[in-house]
């Protein structure tokens, strides 16, 4: 049973900060390409970031220098920590794990969202 479970959303005033948590069970963790996503209302989901198993780092432009993707091969755990919020922030954030082989194919999970709120 695959599950990937998010926690740390909530309500967070302009310039503020949040930190993200995404539990990962029932995979092969350091196997899998981990990452955040976001979707807010009417648009499509979107990529956040990513982290390979060995740690490399992607970031869409719209967060780089302000988010930071981090893992726990040993926790199986991935992590955003989110600074300088604004509310073009506001979506809900989805915790992914990736796989692609060449002879099994592409694996994709999601966890369920959590909701990140930026107001005052």
């Known amino acids: 049973q695959v599950q990937l479970v998010e926690s740390g959303g909530g309500l967070v005033q302009p310039g503020g900060s949040l930190r993200l948590s995404c539990a990962a069970s029932?995979?092969?963790?350091?196997?899998?390409?981990m990452g955040w996503y976001r979707q807010a209302p009417g648009k499509q989901r979107e990529l956040v970031a990513t982290?390979?198993?060995?740690?490399?780092?992607n970031y869409a432009d719209s967060v780089k220098g302000r988010f930071t993707i981090s893992r726990d091969n040993a926790k199986n755990t991935v992590d955003l920590q989110m600074n300088s919020l604004e509310p073009e922030d506001t979506a809900v954030y989805y915790c992914n794990a990736n796989f692609r082989g060449v002879i099994v194919g592409r694996f994709d999970y999601w966890g369920q969202g959590t909701q990140v709120t930026v107001s005052s």
């Open positions: 982290i390979s198993s060995g740690g490399s780092t």
């Open positions: 029932g995979i092969s963790f350091a196997a899998y390409i």
